[in-house]
């Protein structure tokens, strides 16, 4: 089975410059997380989707981030205009389905560096 | 709001002994509780999970005890191996407002040869 997927692997980008994130979720999981991990801390939740619409968003900076999971399955995560605190690694995981507690499984992560 | 808390923030262990990992968490609600193993740069990977309608469960040399009056639950490791040494989160899932899974800090964990 393929794993979550996620793109770019790195990117750096000096402040008030615009980013954007891209996760492939595993196929057919239902629900679609986005979490910040900040080094040295854990994953901290921004946005969670189930299918395409939005579960849980009370942790997104709304006035930078923005989040959409148009069709149901890949989802893009914008950052803009970027900050200087916003340097971290941003992961997106999936899972079946969100009601159940099923396992969440992580891709990669995308390491940001704001300069 | 939800809070998880993680102690201690660093463990090292001499290879063989046994490593013990406690989280507390603040949401009564919370019926789902997760094990995360991260590796340097590598993505969170779960290692062991429990349901709040269990009070243990265990996996070879990992196991996970969830003490739902006292609101912690703590994670054992047996027979430590120096390819036991990362970070390991715990995590909370709450009901309260949403499923939200909420993540400790972090526990580093070094296993000495």
């Known amino acids: 089975e393929a794993g979550v997927a996620q793109s770019p692997r790195y990117k750096i980008i000096e402040k008030r410059q615009s980013v954007a994130f891209w996760c492939n979720p595993i196929?057919?999981?239902?629900?679609l997380y986005w979490y910040q991990q900040i080094l040295g801390q854990g994953p901290k939740l921004l946005i969670q989707?189930?299918?395409?619409?939005?579960?849980?968003d009370s942790q997104l900076p709304k006035d930078r981030f923005s989040a959409e999971r148009l069709k149901g399955v890949d989802s893009t995560l914008k950052i803009q205009p970027a900050k200087l605190e916003d340097s971290a690694v941003y992961l997106c995981?999936?899972?079946?389905?969100?009601?159940?507690?099923?396992?969440?499984?992580f891709g990669p992560g995308t390491r940001l560096l704001v300069l | 709001g939800e809070n998880v808390e993680q102690h201690p923030s660093t463990l090292s262990v001499q290879e063989g002994d046994s490593a013990v990992i406690k989280c507390t968490y603040s949401?009564?609600?919370?019926?789902?509780f997760p094990w995360y193993k991260q590796e340097l740069g590598k993505r969170p990977q779960l290692i062991i999970d429990i349901r709040s309608n269990v009070g243990e469960k265990k996996d070879q040399r990992i196991a996970v005890t969830l003490n739902k009056t006292a609101k912690h639950f703590s994670l054992h490791i047996t027979e430590t191996q120096p390819e036991d040494s990362a970070v390991y989160f715990c995590a909370a899932r709450t009901n309260t407002g949403g499923f939200k899974t909420i993540f400790g800090a972090g526990t580093r964990l070094f296993v000495k040869a």
């Open positions: 196929s057919g999981h239902a629900t």
């Open positions: 989707f189930q299918n395409n619409g939005v579960v849980d």
């Open positions: 949401d009564s609600a919370s019926n789902y």
């Open positions: 995981a999936s899972s079946l389905d969100w009601t159940v507690g099923e396992t969440q499984y």
